[in-house]
DNA sequence: CTGTTAGCGCTTTCAT
DNA sequence: ATGAAAGCGCTAACAG
């Protein structure tokens, strides 16, 4: 070695605990032994050992670590629709926090929320021998996983149940929640008040649907059907119906907005519009604070967090009862309810 | 086989390539070959083996496989601060979608912005062998990781270069952008303008103020340092700073604020301040349309798709000269450079 | 077209 | 306290 001090020695070959053992003068177990930490090695073995380590820019391979050990990988996925819409970015940062702790690491992978696309991207992450699979759920039959599970494979949906309602899953107060943003809206005076929702395809907006009528009937009103819209996926959408029923007949004097998208959707078309009309979002949204917005709120950070617990107590205990979580919304009144500009 | 048509039987544990090819009457390669789908496999053979995997509900181990073939693993790594925030979670975004295009898999983990956790963080993505690692620099040296660039792993920064900017990388025109918007709020009549940024020890944000400044100079002005607020790292820090600058002796007509967290900050605080402040942000933000919000905007999912894009780049051609791309900034003005309520 | 053998990098026996 | 040998599940290399 003619390397001074300081100086590493150009590596340009990776290392492995074989080219360690022979410049240590030990044999791979010991190597072994040393970069798990494990026992039964002398100071000084461990010392030699860690500076040949060292020296080769030694780096275990965890891929292999995890196939001798019995091919149980330290990740867990999480499989989800859109990460670009802030609420499932902040699910997400639950997730990956929780996990992180745990000593795991997340792969993520999106499904566009595309029905087709979920049994593929789910797939990859089984070929991976993830430890967990967290899911937010979009394909119409989910029996595919049904195997996965007998395996013993931790499930956990979330945001919505599995078609088959067969897994853990940790979901919102969703009928509450619209409800009770509803009754916000008519407490605050109005009575022709439009529903701008995401496709009903999604049980969380069929349930914020229900939420939204049950509440008129729980007042013993109706609401009036031309008002529903449960088309608008996106924020163009939603500003778009919201424009329709402004511009109708007898318009609505205020809007529930089914989530996050149609809330901004909505905002922008009322602004636009140049009236004042009543609004309630369910989802928290940024700037709602800044804008005087009720919102229906809740905590997706949580929920990422309570989902990621889900697998980890399952991995735990696979004979655990199933965990149907149900997190609270909050309702927030900041003024909107009564009118907005 | 009792089974009925139809009917799985029930199987409870994993199979491998083995099961299936004892189960197939066939060699373990052969099995391989059609699992892979190889060529050389009679299609009666192939059938026979997919049969057999399908009873066993056989799942191939990805992660064996890429132990043999030469450890070359196909997931990618991104190395994030917050992904609360909608910023890094659009970025995010942008690498998913880009890395599942090719075939990989996107590992995510979070430094929470923590100078400490990065180099921890990062050298667990090491282990797993990630084919390339995205990072959003936040430790103060970079030099560790020189050895792995030197070991051939492509290695990316993104939205601020490493320290040593040794590395591809993609950021914004932070300088031009902040340059842009702060002239913008001099040419709609401000002259004392306040600056709320986050710290200063991020390059983007010294950027930014550096732009801030630098439109003043050019327009034959001088900025007034007691308006300058550079230690808001979050909403609530930025809504106090500019609470603050408001509430001083001779309060600023107008807040330049230098990201998304600033922004919401600033546009709380003028709000609840009743007064009209010019406000200009950099970083779009949810909602801004429709408040009228003036900003300096970019494109966070092209800056994913970039930085996953110049990994894919430097797998292809490892020699190839290193990459530093600049997004440029698009100044929308939608009214708010004079006032906003 | 199909099979045999060896081995990816590591850790698990089981010795010593 | 240390080591030799076997093998995790799969595929490359080379038969045949």
Known sequence: MTAREGERPQVTARATVEDVAR????????????????????????????E??????????SVARELRSGGVSSTVAFVIGDLTNPFFAAVAAGVERTIARSGLTLVIAATDDESRQEPAVVAAMLERRVRAL??????????????????????????????????????????????????????AGHRRIGFVGSTSRLSTHRERRSGFLDAFAARGLTADPDLVRTDAPDVAAAEAATRGLLSGARPPTAIFAGNNRATIGALTAIRRNATTTGLIGFDDVELADALGLSVVAHDPE??????????????????????????????????????VR
């Open 302 to 339: 949580l929920m990422g967090e309570t989902a990621a617990r889900l697998a980890l107590d399952r991995l735990d205990d696979p004979g655990r009862a199933l965990e149907q979580v149900v997190l609270p919304t909050r309702l927030v009144l900041r003024g909107s309810e009564r009118s």
């Open 23 to 50: 410049l240590a003068g030990v044999s791979t177990k010991t190597v072994s032994r040393v970069i798990s930490g494990g026992p039964h090695v002398s100071p000084s073995t461990r010392a030699k050992v860690q």
């Open 52 to 61: 040949a380590a060292a020296t080769l820019r030694f780096r275990a391979n």
């Open 134 to 187: 967290l899911l937010v759920p979009i394909a119409e039959d989910h029996a595919y996983l049904d195997g996965e599970r007998q395996l013993g494979t931790p499930i956990v949906a979330v945001d919505r149940p599995l078609s088959t309602a067969s897994s853990d899953s940790v979901v919102f107060d969703n009928h509450g929640g619209a409800m009770a943003g509803t009754l916000a809206l008519l407490d």
